[in-house]
């Protein structure tokens, strides 16, 4: 055990007795409680109310409830076919793939004497306004309408970023409680997650796709009021002059260390191994609610779907750390790649309808496929969060990783639009699926393509360091960016520890 780690879960127990309830109450039963108070006590309740906020709140229960309703405004407000809604959602994610210059910016470009405040009061107002736009129009254009979804996918990037920067903040200032602080960061995401797909379909059906955007108001609500308490030191009188030069700088280190084999190299197999995975997810969605070709899944059990995909995740999770963490990075990749082509040819045993000759009901089977694909796709992206965090360069490794993170959302805007140009060359569209199993043959063989790649991804165990000290040096790094490193990595990568 590390020193890091001993000091935590010292301090962990000092805490725990400081705060013992009275009257022989167990303090297992208090442990949650005494928990949250320590970390509010060492660090300042604003920030974990932010974590909970954002991470919870923000991403979690409000990404459960955006993914199923916006999936039913497309289909059933603004009856768009499966293609183009694929294109769609992937416009919206542009925003994160644009992370690295929300974290410049927070990192160098304060407003009015803050850094941080300024961008959750935009990330609240950007929410709050787009959310409740698309809910209280009832024929939008929809150009707004994807002008208003993607500007309320800024808001929750811009303010993801900034709760990052924060918590990398407290890691440096606190390192006896980064794991602690990054626990705190897992559970309310995982939480969240799990509490917003389990109630979104129910509340779609109570309350229609416009009514549940509405609903995403009260989580950018929340997110500008974390703007307006958040504790953070005033720094009056910035010279904006310094602005430019530390962004300078700050690329021309990341484009340095870009240039490296080492890097360049991985980069590409996590670009490739998401953009050549083409996406048919809006394809199965409609076929999924058609009450004639497909099963008709009510909003209920779309949700439910998509809760028990998150389930997945989390044992995705639990196995990779209790099992498959000091496995090598290549084998890893190999079969987790491997079995995600595999598991896709379980849709096209559902849309062929082969589980009904089995008498295997659809709603069962596609729960087991949910859980199934979510397990696997977590377990091949853990290792690839570690080894981007090996990637990073010394100084900048917050902004660096912000930068890995957003090649693969590139990834993810590839993959997206690649499955809306196949659905529509096969003519999927709202009404019509007989090409639909050509289509999930397709992205299934697709998927197992980035195998070719995997020469790309260093021969290595997931705990040797990638970049020695002599392969890149840096030159001077801003202050600011070295005062601030991990912004990305501390939230992504530290929950695998």
């Known amino acids: 055990m590390s020193m890091d780690v001993e000091e935590s879960v010292q301090l962990r127990n000092e805490g725990v007795e400081e705060l013992q309830p009275a009257e ?10 005494n928990w949250f108070r320590m970390l509010a006590n060492e660090m300042h309740w604003t920030f974990v109310f932010g974590v909970v906020v954002i991470y919870g709140i923000s991403q979690g229960i409000g990404g459960g409830l955006t993914r199923v309703s916006s999936d039913y405004y497309w289909k059933d407000v603004q009856m768009v076919q499966p293609s183009e809604a694929q294109v769609y959602n992937g416009i919206t994610s542009i925003p994160w793939i644009v992370k690295p210059l929300w974290g410049l910016l927070t990192d160098v470009l304060p407003v009015a004497g803050y ?3 300024p961008y959750l009061i935009l990330a609240g107002l950007l929410g709050v306004i787009s959310m409740l736009v698309l809910s209280l129009h009832n024929k939008l ?3 707004f309408a994807l002008l208003s979804l993607t500007a309320g996918s800024a808001g929750v990037a811009i303010a993801d970023v900034t709760i990052d920067a ?7 200032n606190h390192p006896s409680l980064a794991h602690d602080i990054q626990s705190l960061c897992g559970l309310s995401s995982s939480i969240g997650a799990l509490l917003g797909f389990s109630i979104s379909g129910v509340l779609v059906h109570l309350m229609g796709s416009q009514g549940v955007l509405g609903l995403l108001s009260v989580p950018a609500a929340l997110v500008f009021l974390v703007g307006t308490v958040l504790n953070e030191p005033h720094v009056p009188n910035f010279t904006y002059s310094e602005v430019y030069p530390k962004l300078l700088a700050a690329n021309q280190t990341m484009w340095t260390t870009l240039k490296c084999p080492d890097v360049w190299g991985p980069c590409l197999y996590m670009y490739f191994s998401l953009a ?3 996406s048919i997810d809006e394809g199965m969605f409609y076929w999924y609610t058609d009450p004639k070709a497909g099963p008709a899944f009510s909003q209920e059990i779309i949700g439910f779907m998509f809760s028990v995909g998150s389930a997945g995740s989390l044992l995705g999770v639990l196995l990779y750390q209790n099992v498959l963490k000091d496995y090598p990075v290549r084998s890893l990749l190999f079969w987790s790649q491997l079995l995600l082509g595999v598991s896709g040819m379980l849709d096209l045993i559902l849309v062929l309808r082969l589980n009904l000759k089995v008498e295997m009901p659809d709603y069962f089977f596609v729960v087991i496929v949910a859980c199934v694909y979510q397990m696997i796709a977590r377990i091949k992206w853990l290792p690839l969060f570690v080894l981007s965090a090996k990637l990073c360069p010394p100084g900048i490794e917050g902004t660096f990783f912000a930068l890995l993170m957003s090649i693969d959302n590139a990834g ?3 993959s997206s639009w690649g499955g809306g140009l196949l659905l529509h060359i096969l003519k999927v569209t709202r009404t019509e699926f007989k090409n639909l199993w050509v289509a999930i043959l397709i992205r299934s063989i697709m998927r197992i393509l ?3 790649l995997l020469y790309l991804v260093p021969r290595s165990d997931q705990h040797s360091t990638i970049l020695g000290t002599d392969v890149f040096k840096t030159k001077e790094v801003p202050e600011t960016l070295e005062a601030e490193k991990n912004i990305e990595l501390v939230a992504l990568v530290d929950n695998t520890q």
Do not use: D, K
């Not at 022989?24 to 409680?33: F, K, N, T, Y």
């Open 24 to 33: 022989g109450l167990s303090v297992s039963r208090w442990a949650p409680l």
């Open 141 to 143: 254009h929809i150009v």
């Open 450 to 452: 980035p195998l070719t």
């Open 276 to 278: 050549l995975s083409w």
């Open 115 to 117: 850094q941080r405040r």
């Open 412 to 414: 993810i805007l590839t």
């Open 166 to 172: 924060c918590a990398a903040q407290n890691s440096v």
